[in-house]
């Protein structure tokens, strides 16, 4: 190799190492659901969501609402499924087993099926 391909090889390493940086802050920014050291937890009275740092989470649900005092925040999973909930870039639920309900959780917007850790359809392009 000879020292210009060696330049324009450590020159393109370059270019794709800061392409792969950069790829991964904007992710880490565009998406609240990578930061792992906050639960967004709902208020189960008025639908307001609360993002708790993990360490100051109290089990067992439902939590004590820093604004109330009242315990009625609740995990939630994300909906991705109806075309509303893919807009606003997903919508929050909280599951019926949490609220003591019966059946399937179904989300209010689009009335998709929502279980535990709710995978996102293949399409969904955030
Ligand atoms: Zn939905």
Known sequence: MSDAQKKITATVLVVVALVVLV??????????????????????????????????????????????????LYPTEVCYWGEECKKHGGTRVIMNKYLGKEGPTKCPICGHVVRLHNPRPPDYNP
């Open 23 to 72: 790829g991964m802050v904007w992710r880490n920014f565009g998406s609240e659901e990578v930061r792992a050291d906050v639960r967004y937890l709902m208020d189960a009275n008025t639908g307001k969501v609360y993002p708790i740092p993990t360490e100051d989470l109290k089990l067992p649900w439902p939590m004590a609402n820093p604004s109330t005092g009242e315990k009625t």
